[in-house]
Structure formats: structure tokens, C-alpha cells
Nanobody, 115 residues
Framework: QVQLVESGGGLVQPGGSLRLSCAAS????????MRWYRQAPGKEREFVAY????????NHADSVKDRFLISRDNTKNTMYLQMASLKPEDTAVYYC????????WGQGTQVAVSS
């Protein structure tokens, strides 16, 4: 069965860094593109970043471009989101997702940016 498990969230001060991980299982990870989304309190879930199956193509939302970097290690069935220069508005639950016949989502990991 498909499983996506996010980790790495936490409380960080503005300007700080975090690296999120998404461990995948139950499908051929290296054959599928992956995405990160986030949802802030009281807001709709929004796209953060995309990575192609081989990792050679990426796309980042304008709001995180030049601060966040998506990557993946297909030997470990894991996707990452390196986040730097964090701002209070980055506070959200971060989710990884994959589209197979349907969309699968992890349970999310909380990121809080506050002094």
C-alpha cells in the first residue's frame, strides 16, 4: 500500500533553516514525479515545489523560489525540501504528494517560524 511519511518539521526562528523529508513506499518511487504542498492556518493548501521522476526537472512556487530547494534520492525512496531564510509566513503544515491512479498524501509535518 502507498505510504508517504513526512518528517523534519519543527519550530525555527526567522532566518533559520530546516530540511523536510518524505519517505515513500508501496509504489515505484523513481517512476513518479513528486510534489510538496503546504497549508497555513485558515488558508487553502498551496503548491510549494515539484520534482520530476529522475530529479532533473524542478519547479518552485514564486513565494519560496531562491529559498527552498526540492530534491530526491531514488536509492532511498525519499524526497527532500531544504528550506532556508525562513519567514513567519512559511508557517504551515507541509505535505508530500504523489499522483498515481489517485492522489496520495502524507500526514504532514508542522513547520513553525517564530521568534
Amino acid at each position: 500500500q502507498v505510504q508517504l511519511v513526512e518528517s523534519g518539521g519543527g519550530l525555527v526562528q526567522p532566518g533559520g533553516s530546516l530540511r523536510l523529508s518524505c519517505a515513500a513506499s508501496g509504489f515505484a518511487f523513481s517512476s513518479y514525479s513528486m510534489r510538496w504542498y503546504r497549508q497555513a492556518p485558515g488558508k487553502e493548501r498551496e503548491f510549494v515545489a515539484y520534482i520530476s521522476p529522475g530529479g532533473d526537472a524542478t519547479n518552485h512556487a514564486d513565494s519560496v523560489k531562491d529559498r527552498f530547494l526540492i530534491s530526491r534520492d531514488n536509492t532511498k525512496n525519499t524526497m527532500y525540501l531544504q528550506m532556508a531564510s525562513l519567514k513567519p509566513e512559511d508557517t504551515a503544515v507541509y505535505y508530500c504528494t504523489v499522483k498515481l491512479r489517485t492522489d496520495y498524501w502524507g500526514q504532514g509535518t508542522q513547520v513553525a517560524v517564530s521568534s
